[in-house]
């Protein structure tokens, strides 16, 4: 005769129960260490990027008070040029024309954007407003870039001939000062030197031609002007959801 055994089924049950329940604990934890991980890694972005931005927006803010000078000094060559009574040049023109002539770049700081961007890490920012911000940003960025390079090569192709024809500046050349910065060589391209108003062509200077060349550059600048605008006004908003993002990831 063959004896039963009796299985104490409540314990394994309770054994089970225990296995099951140290797998999810076990699971909780590393989601948990994950999603932590993820935070901290957040938060540090988020520094980054307020700190690139930060420096960004000053540059911004020089480069459109920049700008707004040179459009000015376009005006001012403008009036002159539609002074039909005088015969004669003010002695500070050959300054104001010399003045005009400058292509000044802001210094950009997207070392932590291009960062994330290169490793995948963008999706760690949860808030998608700073990230559309952040894309809408550098597609303004592309749009200044192109401009300057506008401002350039129409220097080249329009305004050089005929400064160079009639001999306003004492050279046709532009000149590149180079700043360092933790991003690499900046080139700030600044305008040609100044002849004195004596030495300049008063008949030249007075014709429709140079008129419409100093028109024309004027425009440039104004479109100029308004992307470096957008940009300065995008980049204050965008600091501003970073302090929020950075203040609900530190409660």
Request: charged share 20%.
């Amino acid at each position: 005769m063959t004896g039963t055994q009796n299985i104490n089924w409540q314990r394994l049950l309770v054994e089970a129960a225990a296995i099951v329940i140290s797998i999810i604990i076990a699971f909780a934890i590393d989601a948990w260490w994950d999603e932590r991980q993820e935070r901290q890694a957040e938060l540090d972005y988020l520094i980054g990027l307020q700190r690139d931005f930060s420096e960004t927006r000053e540059s911004l803010e020089n480069h459109v008070n920049r700008v707004s000078s040179l459009f000015s000094h376009v005006d001012e060559v403008l009036i002159v040029i539609a002074d039909s009574e005088s015969a004669n040049l003010p002695d500070s023109f050959s300054s104001m024309v010399g003045e005009a002539y400058s292509i000044p770049r802001p210094v950009i700081v997207t070392g932590t954007y291009k960062d994330m961007v290169n490793s995948g890490s963008l999706q760690l920012i949860r808030s998608e407003e700073i990230r559309l911000a952040m894309a809408e940003f550098m597609s303004i960025l592309e749009i200044m870039n192109f401009r300057s390079n506008l401002n350039l090569q129409t220097f080249w192709s329009l305004h050089a001939p005929f400064i160079n024809r009639y001999l306003l500046l004492n050279e046709l050349a532009f000149h590149e000062d180079v700043i360092e910065n933790a991003q690499g060589e900046i080139k700030y391209i600044a305008g040609p030197p100044i002849k004195h108003s004596f030495e300049l062509n008063v008949e030249a200077i007075k014709t429709q031609e140079f008129w419409n060349l100093m028109t024309g550059w004027k425009v440039l600048y104004g479109d100029q002007l308004a992307q470096s605008t957008r940009a300065q006004s995008l980049c204050a908003d965008i600091l501003d959801m970073l302090d929020d993002g950075i203040e609900s990831n530190t409660r």
